[in-house]
């Protein structure tokens, strides 16, 4: 039985959580579903994890019906491309939206990206990418989203992405300034550009992009500690679980939202 269906004087039962795994060919693909057991279980030990690889394997989706949470994590690819991979992750979105609005969406950083274009939003390759843990302003809605009527008006957390969704999917709500995060009007789908899954020993493993995309050279350690050092800061990814999950239980309007 769901979470948002029990009786509300009994204990919620644990979470069933599916995760999409979807960088394709990457020596880090264990360590970074390590690094989603390690956060998630710092937050709620219970959850159910379940792991999805459709970068490597045809058709290796959850069944909605299984699940109360299905995250679309971080990916190396452009959302935007048409390989055959990418496009049965469209698909898949797209049945779940369409056919299992009781089944909560998340999308993380590739996840976030993809969504938003499905439902008609424009990515954009950014002039300077960001590589760890960064400050972003909350908007009214993401304050009152976040329950942050008092206090910091912003979230950190760990980045690594060079595209951005540059202008807003139809049918959401913007979280975080700069098109970082949405809600879905019938509140079903939440998007993220930030990786509450990456701690920093996640984080440091794809620290050489910085030689890619900074220019940084490879033996210049003083550099690439900078960028260790960003990656070791504090941030808000046990608290952005615990929403995510506080979420995840929440109904949802009677109105729909369409791709």
Request: proline share 8%; aromatic share 8%; hydrophobic share 40%.
């Amino acid at each position: 039985m769901s979470p948002t269906r029990d009786d509300p004087d009994q204990p919620p039962p644990p979470l069933r959580i599916a995760i999409l795994l979807n960088s394709y060919r990457s020596p880090f693909i264990a360590s970074i579903r390590d690094s989603y057991v390690r956060t998630i279980s710092a937050v709620a030990p219970d959850a159910q994890l379940s792991f999805f690889h459709p970068a490597e394997q045809a058709d290796n989706f959850p069944d909605p019906a299984a699940f109360d949470l299905i995250v679309v994590g971080g990916g190396n690819a452009d959302p935007r491309k048409t390989h055959p991979w990418i496009l049965r992750v469209h698909r898949f979105i797209r049945d779940v939206v369409a056919r299992h609005p009781r089944t909560k969406l998340c999308g993380i950083c590739w996840g976030h990206q993809t969504i938003a274009m499905l439902f008609g939003a424009e990515l954009v390759d950014m002039e300077t990418p960001e590589l760890g843990v960064t400050e972003a302003k909350l908007t009214p809605a993401g304050r009152r989203f976040f329950a942050r009527q008092s206090g910091s008006g912003a979230l950190s957390l760990q980045q690594h992405h060079r595209r951005a969704v540059g202008t807003p999917p139809r049918g959401f709500t913007e979280l975080l300034v700069g098109n970082q995060a949405f809600v879905s009007h019938n509140n079903a789908v939440l998007t993220l550009q930030g990786h509450p899954e990456k701690d920093a020993r996640c984080a440091k493993l794809r620290i050489r992009d910085a030689t890619r995309w900074f220019g940084v050279e490879e033996d210049d350690k003083a550099g690439l500690a900078s960028f260790a050092r960003a990656m070791e800061r504090p941030h808000d990814g046990a608290e952005v679980w615990a929403r995510i999950f506080e979420w995840t239980r929440e109904r949802q309007p009677s109105h729909e939202v369409h791709l």
